[in-house]
């Protein structure tokens, strides 16, 4: 069996050795999506797992940190945020070539556009939009400190921090200099808010990074994808989910691949309704919004340039990254235009 980024014969017997109770291994097939880590479905005799590990090329220096993903979802298993279950991690780089970990399979969907969702009615995808607001004001209301999750991250110039972390990523990722996102960086830098609040963030929040139920009632049934999270300013995570959105008539948004096109579903609330709902769901005031939208652009551009630096060496599996790196410029636009709002 070939499958790119797994040895399937080391895997078997890693799985008969440490996933004793799934029974004998019978295949592994990659789960279409996802523009970073990689995500595999084993199927066994007596259960289904999903296997995680870092991409094939281009890993850049603390991204893709498989025991980051383990450990935060290990942590909040037992909280109301739902996660898949946690079943086994290997460090061991000798078995697939990386270390990954394997959760528990969960039956729902991940959907980005339109076409995914179907036609659940209007009632339905208001409610399923609200529950996706709901469940990042419960992310943001663990208490990481009694989920052992204390050492997750440092909560002290977390901004800073990720501004400077995220202008080291350009660097090592760019494939053709823009003298706007240097631009972009100073004026983030000059307008960032002091004394911001600390919590868990998962740091890539979006419907598509959930598995959603749609009936009988639309539910969310776990958020996956925890690659980036840490500890650090909740409206980053809000602002960050805001720049995935498309509202109605915004065409530009639809030249943006990385999301898709099902926040225009009739029923979903559009980028300023999810907002409002987050903030009375989580009690946070949003006021100071259009900056960690802005800071959303800025970082999602930095991630766009990785895949698409990925796609150029070849390094990418799957399919949609021929004309990613154009969103790039656009989401740099984009986070200056929220900025000039902000200070008009």
């Known amino acids: 069996m070939t499958v790119p980024g797994i040895d399937w014969p080391r895997l078997v017997a890693w799985l008969g050795a440490h996933v004793p109770d799934a029974g004998e291994p019978l295949s592994v097939s990659m789960i279409a999506g996802g523009k970073s880590n990689l995500t595999y479905l084993v199927e066994a005799r007596d259960r289904r797992v999903v296997l995680r590990r870092p991409p094939l090329g281009h890993v850049l220096p603390t991204a893709h940190d498989m025991r980051r993903e383990w450990r935060v979802i290990s942590a909040l298993a037992p909280t109301p945020v739902p996660v898949p279950e946690p079943v086994a991690f290997c460090a061991d780089e000798d078995v697939i070539g990386a270390p990954f970990y394997l959760m528990g399979h969960v039956d729902g969907a991940a959907v980005r556009t339109r076409e995914e969702l179907g036609e659940p009615g209007a009632e339905s995808t208001k409610r399923l939009s609200e529950r996706l607001s709901e469940v990042l004001a ?159 652009g800025f970082k999602l551009a930095v991630i766009v340039e990785g895949i698409h630096a990925r796609f150029r060496q070849g390094k990418t599996v799957g399919e949609g990254f021929e004309n990613i790196g154009s969103a790039v410029p656009t989401l740099i636009a984009r986070a200056h235009r929220m900025l000039d709002q902000e200070d008009s």
């Open 138 to 296: 419960a992310i943001h209301a663990v208490d990481y400190r009694e989920v052992g999750l204390a050492d997750f991250g440092r909560p002290e110039g977390y901004l800073a921090r990720q501004l400077d972390r995220w202008c080291q990523q350009w660097e090592r990722s760019k494939t053709a200099d823009l003298p706007e996102f240097d631009r972009l960086v100073s004026r983030l830098r000059a307008r960032m808010p002091s004394g911001s609040a600390c919590t868990l963030v998962h740091g890539d929040y979006r419907l598509d990074n959930t598995l959603v139920r749609l009936a009988p009632r639309p539910e969310i049934l776990a958020v996956v994808d925890w690659e980036m999270s840490t500890l650090g300013d909740p409206l980053a995570d809000l602002g960050l989910t805001l720049t995935y959105w498309q509202d109605p008539g915004d065409e530009e948004r639809a030249g943006i691949p990385v999301a898709g096109d099902v926040t225009l579903a009739p029923g979903f609330l559009n980028a300023a309704e999810f907002a409002t709902h987050y903030g009375k769901a989580s009690g946070r005031d949003i006021s100071d919004l259009g900056f960690y939208v802005a800071f959303g």
